[in-house]
């Protein structure tokens, strides 16, 4: 089983920032992708970003060039830096195996990020 540990969100006015961590344990294996969703508050979770083992990234339009993720292997960590954040960014935040869709069925408790002034 795979386990996911979200961390890192919080409430921040429009325009700020937040970094996301996301550790993740378990029988994952060396080569997998890693990537980010979110669920706002009433819709359907979407993708945020991906990543491979080797670093090629995949980002949602709405987020591109505002975020960036990236990871640590040796950790067995993925990071989510956020930037010039927008009220419509507001949703929880969850990590898995996957480049576009999520490949596990489990999912962490997610980390809320709340963009509100």
């Known amino acids: 089983q795979v386990q996911f540990r979200e961390s890192g969100g919080g409430l921040v006015q429009p325009g700020g920032s937040l970094r996301l961590s996301c550790a993740a344990s378990?029988?994952?294996?060396?080569?997998?992708?890693m990537g980010w969703w979110r669920q706002p508050p009433g819709k359907q979770r979407e993708l945020v970003a991906g990543?491979?083992?080797?670093?090629?990234?995949n980002y949602a339009d709405s987020v591109k060039g505002r975020f960036t993720i990236s990871r640590d292997n040796a950790k067995n960590t993925v990071y989510l830096e956020m930037n010039s954040l927008k009220p419509e960014d507001t949703a929880v935040y969850y990590c898995n195996v996957g480049f576009i869709m999520p490949t596990t069925p489990y999912w962490g408790q997610g980390t809320q990020v709340t963009v509100s002034s």
């Open positions: 990543i491979t083992s080797r670093g090629s990234t």
């Open positions: 378990g029988s994952i294996g060396t080569l997998y992708s």
